[in-house]
T-cell receptor, first 114, second 111 residues
Framework: EAQVTQNPRYLITVTGKKLTVTCSQN?????MSWYRQDPGLGLRQIYY???????DKGDVPEGYKVSRKEKRNFPLILESPSPNQTSLYFCASSLFLAAPDEQYFGPGTRLTVT | ELKVEQNPLFLSMQEGKNYTIYCNYS?????LYWYRQDPGKSLESLFV?????AVKQEGRLMASLDTKARLSTLHITAAVHDLSATYFC???????????FGQGTRLTINP
């Protein structure tokens, strides 16, 4: 089954404790992206990757890091989480963003930073 | 900077009625997406609109794109309760690999 998986689905942590949210897709997609969803703001793009070792900032990259060492994986790293990073996070992938192709979204990770 | 605005943000309607959600964007773009999100769930792709005048329909939902007006509409015909969800439009930034989302429209359809 074609899918995007994220882990963990729920995470409560404390300020400053490094964490990683994993994202994996099994569709051989080139493009992967991370979004955060906050009430009233829709989804905002954090980082995206067009291929292995190619990443770039979205609209809200501060406080986040990503890496793309393998095509299927695109982890999101919070080196020193803060309460304003409490949010619902989605990973997404598509064949190419420029193609007439939909994006497939993962199930989401709800992060709470206290 | 590309801005995407949806209206209304909240919509409560009766079953059987028709209504339209609007998505306005501020700069030239080459594609527009509509997504559906059920409470506590992920986003599900509904439509991808690629050119001026594009119209796509799936069941009771129809989406259209007017690139000159920088406007997309999502029309709901004879609404049914199962269509209750939050609907997002998203616009790609021309020449870049980014998507910018609207705030979302929370649609509640009452029996």
């Amino acid at each position: 089954e074609a899918q995007v998986t994220q882990n963990p689905r729920y995470l409560i942590t404390v300020t400053g404790k490094k964490l990683t949210v994993t994202c994996s897709q099994n569709m051989n997609h080139e493009y992967m992206s991370w979004y955060r969803q906050d009430p009233g703001l829709g989804l905002r793009q954090i980082y995206y990757s067009m291929n292995v070792e190619v990443t770039d900032k979205g609209d809200v990259p501060e406080g986040y890091k990503v890496s793309r060492k393998e095509k299927r994986n695109f982890p999101l790293i919070l080196e020193s989480p803060s309460p304003n990073q409490t949010s619902l996070y989605f990973c997404a992938s598509s064949l190419f963003l420029a193609a007439p192709d939909e994006q497939y979204f993962g199930p989401g990770t709800r992060l709470t930073v206290t | 900077e590309l801005k995407v605005e949806q209206n209304p943000l909240f919509l409560s309607m009766q079953e059987g009625k028709n209504y339209t959600i609007y998505c306005n964007y501020s700069t030239t773009s080459d594609r527009l997406y509509w997504y559906r999100q059920d409470p506590g769930k992920s986003l599900e792709s509904l439509f991808v609109l690629l050119s001026n005048g594009a119209v796509k329909q799936e069941g009771r939902l129809m989406a259209s794109l007017d690139t000159k007006a920088r406007l997309s509409t999502l029309h709901i015909t004879a609404a049914v309760h199962d269509l209750s969800a939050t609907y997002f439009c998203a616009v790609s930034v021309q020449g870049a690999q980014k998507l910018v989302f609207g705030q979302g429209t929370r649609l509640t359809i009452n029996p």
